[in-house]
């Protein structure tokens, strides 16, 4: 069993940047992937951002555009995945959810965090 823990959400105001950290409770080396996805009120749950285990690759609907807003990045030494997001929009506002797939196909979800944008 994996235990998957984010934190550094928050309410904040438009222009300003975050920091989302997801800690694993095993070493990140057993994922093949980790991934941030987001779910805004009466949306499906997207995928922002992802990472391969060597960390040579991102990937997700975020990761390449809008801009260079969204960054994911991996500290194998940490047991971390961490996701920057600058210049937050408020349609940005959303629970923002860790989750990783290890090389058996099993997947986990982190609780989430929620990340408020106002105007």
């Known amino acids: 069993q994996v235990q998957l823990v984010e934190s550094g959400g928050g309410l904040v105001q438009a222009g300003e940047s975050l920091r989302l950290t997801c800690t694993a409770s095993r070493s990140v080396l057993l994922f093949k992937t980790m991934n941030w996805y987001r779910q805004a009120p009466g949306n499906q749950r997207e995928l922002v951002a992802g990472?391969?285990?060597?960390?040579?690759?991102?990937?997700?609907t975020y990761a390449s555009s809008e801009k260079g807003r969204f960054f994911i990045s991996r500290d194998d030494a940490k047991n971390t995945v961490t996701l920057q997001i600058y210049n937050l929009k408020p349609e940005d506002t959303a629970v923002y959810y860790c989750?990783?797939?290890?090389?058996?196909?099993?997947?986990?979800w982190g609780q989430g965090t929620q990340v408020t944008v106002s105007p």
């Open positions: 990472i391969t285990r060597d960390g040579t690759r991102t990937y997700g």
């Open positions: 989750h990783v797939q290890n090389f058996g196909a099993l997947t986990y």
